[in-house]
């Protein structure tokens, strides 16, 4: 499965559309194509309004997670932040179901 950006992808699709009736005005030769192709953009537009959301829960990376540690006066240590949650190095990009955005940053 893949996240779209659904209300850009409409916008595309009208812009399209548009450009179909301006095909159409210039000439009588292209009308039959034109009328095709707005009735398929108008389906595709129809088809994109009637997609039900998918249920997501937003997320937060390691590296912006209030539960991390920089364990940087360790020697040999990973440059990696620790999670106090998990105890473990945690790729920065990375996330979990228990991280909470950080207020303060890092720098």
Known sequence: MRLIDADKLQKE?????KYC???????TE????????MAMLEECIITIDCQ???D???T???K???YRIQQQTVPFATTDPQCIWYRIYRNPN???????KNDAGYE
Do not use: T
């Open 94 to 100: 990375g996330y979990c179901h228990l991280g909470e």
């Open 56 to 58: 997501v829960a937003p």
């Open 64 to 66: 912006d997670c209030k």
């Open 60 to 62: 937060v990376r390691c």
């Open 21 to 27: 009736m301006e095909w159409k005005k210039k000439s």
């Open 52 to 54: 039900p959301l998918i």
């Open 13 to 17: 699709f009208q812009q399209k559309l």
């Open 30 to 37: 292209n009308e039959s194509r034109a009328d095709a192709e």
